[in-house]
């Protein structure tokens, strides 16, 4: 009689198979990912070490670096991943309101207990570069992609100039909100949110006549 190949199984000769869930390896890499965070939040930037976040996640150091080079790699995207759903632009039709909507979820993360994570991340970056680094590529760089698309929709929608620098909009939209983060000279609130879309977005907007122009056009006999 021919015997099943252990194949059928769950690898271990016994036939019965592989209970559902979440791979293994995945299941590791988002326990050092919860444990990263918890760590940062108790002790802070600069005492957190890859051997204390292995410990914590009940995995060897080995695991950690097979994700992630370093320690600045590794925070950045412990933050992000805590925050990259929240972040999303929304496609509402208006590139104001999308703005407008990713821009007050950036400043409830900035004044939550998250916020703290990233004042350490910029704080420390200013002395290693690697972590200024990580922040730019795994963090700010995949949120700049999905704003120049959004951008980009306002654009084909007539809500914004053809040839609006889109970097300079960015930059004039998210600036003050981190200078207010980080400087702390003034509250980070939605009304502050709204006023600088107002403002910025405002300034980006089709010439008026050149509008009508285009969507009156002449008649010639």
């Known amino acids: 009689m021919r015997q099943k190949s252990p194949a059928h199984g769950n690898g271990d000769g016994s036939g019965r198979k592989r209970a559902p869930g979440r791979p293994r390896s995945e299941q590791a890499r988002l326990s050092i990912l919860r444990s990263t965070l918890k760590l940062l ?7 957190l070490t890859i051997e204390a976040v292995a410990a914590h996640a009940n995995v060897g150091k080995a695991t950690v670096y097979r994700w992630w080079p370093d320690k600045a790699a590794l925070i950045v995207d412990a933050f992000a991943s805590s925050t990259t759903r929240k972040l999303h632009f929304p496609d509402t039709g208006s590139v104001r309101t999308d703005m ?4 007050r979820q950036l400043v409830k993360i ?3 207990r998250r916020g703290r994570i990233v004042s350490a991340m910029l704080g420390a970056g200013q ?6 680094v990580a922040f730019r ?3 700010l760089k995949p949120r700049r992609q999905e704003a120049y698309a959004t951008l980009r929709r306002g654009i084909r929608r007539g809500e914004l100039r053809k040839n609006v620098d889109m970097d300079l909009l960015l930059d004039s939209l998210y600036g003050p ?3 207010r983060f980080l400087i702390r000279h003034d509250r980070l609130t939605s009304d502050f949110v709204e006023g600088l879309c107002k403002l910025t977005l405002g300034e980006a907007k089709p010439s008026p006549k050149l509008s009508r122009s285009r969507a009156r056009p002449t008649n010639r006999r």
């Open 41 to 47: 939040a108790k002790n802070g930037f600069s005492e």
């Open 100 to 103: 407008s909507q990713q821009m």
């Open 110 to 112: 900035f004044r939550s």
């Open 127 to 132: 002395s290693d570069g690697s972590l200024i």
């Open 137 to 139: 590529e795994r963090f």
């Open 177 to 179: 909100i981190y200078m």
